[in-house]
C-alpha cells in the first residue's frame, strides 16, 4: 500500500514540477521569437525572475523522492539516463548564471551571449525531459541486473523525440500565456498571439504522440483493463479545449491555469498507463523495475509519508503565496535584469 502511495506522490511531483518550470523554461526558450528589443528581452527576464528558482525546488524533491522511497530506480536511472540527465544538469545550469549575470554586464554583446545561454538552456531541459519520460513511457533496454544497455543515441528513437517535441510545445505555451499574464501592451499582444499559434500545432502534436502511444508503448493497458481510467482522458481533453476558449477570450490568468491542467494531467496520465512499472524494460517485462522490487523499507517510507504530510502542504502554500503576491502585471520600475 506504501509502496502505491509514494508512487502517486512521485508522479503527481513530476507533474507540479512541469506545471510550474514549463511555463518559465517555455518563457526562456520562446524569447527570441518575442522579444523585439532590450526592453522586451528585460521584461521576459522579469517574467521568470522571482520564480525560476523556486519552481526548480520540485525537480530537486521529485529527484529526492525517487532517491528514497524507490533507490533501485534512481540507480538504474541516473545510470542509464546519465548522458542525457548530465545534459540536463549542464543546461539548467547554464540557464541559472544567466539569470544572475545578464543585468551585471554593459555591453551589447554580452547580453546576446546570455541571451543565447537563457534560449539554450530552456530549450534543451523541455526537449531531454520530454524525450526521457517517452522513453520511460515506451520501456528502456535494461537487462536482469537492471544494466542499461544502450546509449543517448538510443533514446533518441521516433517516440522518444515525438515526446520531446510535445514538451517542448506544451512548455512553450504555457509560457506564452505566462507571459500574458504578466505584461500589456505590444508585449501581451505577442505573447497572445503566439500562444494561439502554437495551439494548433500542439493538438496535431498531441494527437499524434497519442496514437503513437497505442503503437510503441503499454501504457493503455492499464486502462483497458480497468475502461473506468479512460474518464481520465477527458480531463486534457477538456483542458486543451478550454485553453484555446480562454486565449480567444484573453481571459490570461485562467487560459494559464487552463494549460497546467493540460500538463499535469497529461503527466498524471503516463504516470498511471506505468503502474506498477517505474522503469518498464523494453528487453524483456521481467526485468522491469517496478514499485515491489526497487521500493525502499517499510519504516523508511512511512517515516517519509509523515514528513511529506506536513511539508508538502506548507511548500504548496508558499509557492501559492508567492504567484499571487508577484505575478503582478511587469512596469518599468520592474526591470532589473
Known sequence: ??????????????????????????????????????????????????FWDGNEVWLITAGGVTFAAFPKAYAVMFSGLYTALMLLLMALIIRGVAFEFRGLVESDGARKFWDAC???????????????????????PINAEGVFQGGLLTLLNPYGLAGGVLFVLLFTLHGCLWLAVRTTGDLNERAGNMAAAIWPILVAVYVAFLA????????????????????????PIFAIVKTRTLISAQKWWKAWASSALLIVSTTLFGVIGLF?????????????????????????LKIMLTVALVMVPIVIIYQFWMHKFFATKITDEDLGY
Open 1 to 50: 500500500m506504501l509502496e502505491t502511495i509514494w508512487f502517486l506522490l512521485w508522479g503527481v511531483l513530476w507533474a507540479v514540477y512541469f506545471m510550474l518550470d514549463g511555463y518559465d523554461l517555455g518563457l526562456g526558450a520562446m524569447m527570441p521569437f518575442l522579444a523585439k528589443n532590450e526592453k522586451d528581452k528585460k521584461t521576459i527576464f522579469n517574467a521568470m525572475g522571482p
Open 276 to 300: 506498477p512499472a517505474l522503469l518498464p524494460s523494453s528487453i524483456n517485462p521481467a526485468f522491469s523495475i517496478t514499485i515491489y522490487n526497487a521500493a525502499s523499507s517499510q519504516l523508511t
Open 118 to 140: 537563457m534560449v539554450f538552456g530552456s530549450a534543451v531541459p523541455a526537449l531531454l525531459l520530454g524525450v526521457a519520460f517517452a522513453n520511460i513511457f515506451q520501456g528502456i
Open 212 to 235: 503513437l502511444t497505442g503503437i510503441y508503448t503499454k501504457l493503455l493497458s492499464n486502462y483497458l483493463a480497468h475502461p473506468i481510467l479512460l474518464l481520465i482522458l477527458l480531463v
